[in-house]
């Protein structure tokens, strides 16, 4: 399922390569697009969790676990540095 352009990323150390996972959630938009129809099938969603797991030569959950910690701290760090409408939220966070 790999698009042309998708830079192969081996896994290091025998922990899974958070640069390889996010290339192969990014090659698979249900897993990620709210607005996909296949986004809300498990049967479609399992079995590409199954294909990520196989490639990286671990578990489902520890894939799962690791892509929601990626993207959680992700949408946290964006959240971050977003700029505000009225730059108020940022002098008080830099107050902190």
Known sequence: ???SGTVEVPPVGGRVCWERL????QDRPPLYDYSHPAHCNRDVTGY???QIAAELGTTEIICKTKWANLRSNFVREFRRIRPSSDGLQ??????Q
């Open 48 to 50: 590409m969790w199954s």
């Open 90 to 95: 940022e002098v008080l966070r830099n107050q």
């Open 22 to 25: 996010i290339a192969l959630v």
């Open 1 to 3: 399922m790999a698009q």
